[in-house]
């Protein structure tokens, strides 16, 4: 083949890598070799390129690693809860649609049936209606939910998986229409409005996560917008879940760092109600999804890849006590 100019321009930069197809280089040495000016250049561009892969990768600071992570994540906001709840709803059930009957039987990570497992989705979210509004504010927290399955599921247990998933749809849509029924600064389940519905969003997406497993189903995961959601209700409960589990780190300030589609950067007091500091005493980094499954205690602390800047103990702690109020 012949090169003209313009194909000359559009190959120098991959002939200078030695990323040319066999036939485009001979004709590029070709050409090179009938045009001195178009020879230094190549020459001037294979120098370049050796100098680039002498100098080898260089480790960025972590100054400007952070600024990188975050102008990322805020590219990637936060969903309204509703609407978390809605799209974790609809992953929910589309993996419930893809079940064959031997699945129902299979046994989940906190040591329900899947089958069972569906009827407790349905009892906690009829819980979180039933104290929504006016009425008076019953906590439905990780004790009541343990209690309220284990009251309410021997009733369901002749039920068929169809009564079971309509018992479920009943009840979701119940949750989800709470947030055109009530006003923004209404409670439900002992909760802000808001609260409870990522609340729900975030066990959704825990429980897909338990039937996947259980049943050798692949998932794609939430999308990044619903894992930003969540990842904000973690975070800003942490103060609460270091007092819960009796760690006292009065005056400190800690900035996580969460990496990954739907990451982010937060600043917190770790102690509730305290001001946040100037300057953090902790750098937490930590994958989104890991920290999230983390906070719903499907990873113990040594499971959860992090990294530490600062007070090592500080960061440890935060992530130990991240499961303070994790359910079933």
């Known amino acids: ?23 485009e280089a001979i004709a590029i040495d070709a050409y090179l070799a009938a045009n001195p000016a178009a020879a230094a250049e190549a020459e001037r561009l294979r120098d370049a390129a050796a100098w680039l892969g002498a100098a080898g990768a260089l480790n960025p600071p972590a100054s400007l690693r952070d600024r990188v992570l975050a102008s990322a994540a805020e590219r990637v906001g936060p969903v309204p809860p509703v609407d978390a709840l809605r799209r974790e709803t609809a992953r929910f059930e589309r993996l419930l649609d893809s079940l064959e009957p031997a699945d129902l039987d299979a046994v989940t990570y906190n040591g329900l049936t899947v089958r069972d497992l569906v009827a407790h989705v349905a009892i906690i979210d009829e819980a979180f209606v039933a104290g929504a509004g006016d009425v008076p504010q019953a906590l439905v927290g990780a004790a009541q939910v343990v209690t309220l399955t ?12 169809v009564q079971i998933r309509a018992r479920f ?8 229409d709470l947030d055109d029924r009530l006003p923004a600064n209404a ?11 990522v609340i729900r969003a975030f066990e959704t997406w825990t429980h897909l996560d338990d039937i996947a497993s259980a049943v050798g189903r692949s998932d794609a995961g939430a999308e990044p917008p619903v894992l930003r959601t969540m990842a904000e209700l973690a975070v800003h409960t942490l103060p609460m879940a270091m007092a819960a589990t009796g760690y006292e ?6 900035r996580i760092v969460m ?7 937060w600043t917190i007091a770790v ?9 953090p005493d902790v750098v937490l980094r930590v994958p989104v999804v890991e920290f999230c ?17 600062g007070d090592a103990a500080l960061a440890r702690a935060l992530v130990d006590a991240a499961p303070a109020f994790a359910g079933l």
């Open 150 to 161: 284990a009251a309410e599921l021997p009733a369901m247990a002749g039920w068929s998986f």
């Open 259 to 265: 990496t990954g589609p739907g990451g982010g950067d």
């Open 293 to 309: 499954r983390r906070f719903a205690d499907r990873l113990a602390v040594d499971e959860v890849p992090f990294e530490i800047e």
């Open 271 to 279: 102690t509730a109600a305290e001001p946040v500091g100037a300057v």
């Open 169 to 176: 749809r009943a009840a979701r849509a119940a949750l989800v």
């Open 249 to 254: 780190y009065p005056g400190r300030t800690a």
């Open 187 to 197: 409670r439900a389940g002992g909760y802000s409005l808001a609260s409870a519905l």
């Open 1 to 23: 083949m012949d090169v003209t100019r313009d194909e000359f321009q559009d190959l120098v930069g991959a002939y200078a890598l030695d990323a040319c197809e066999p036939e």
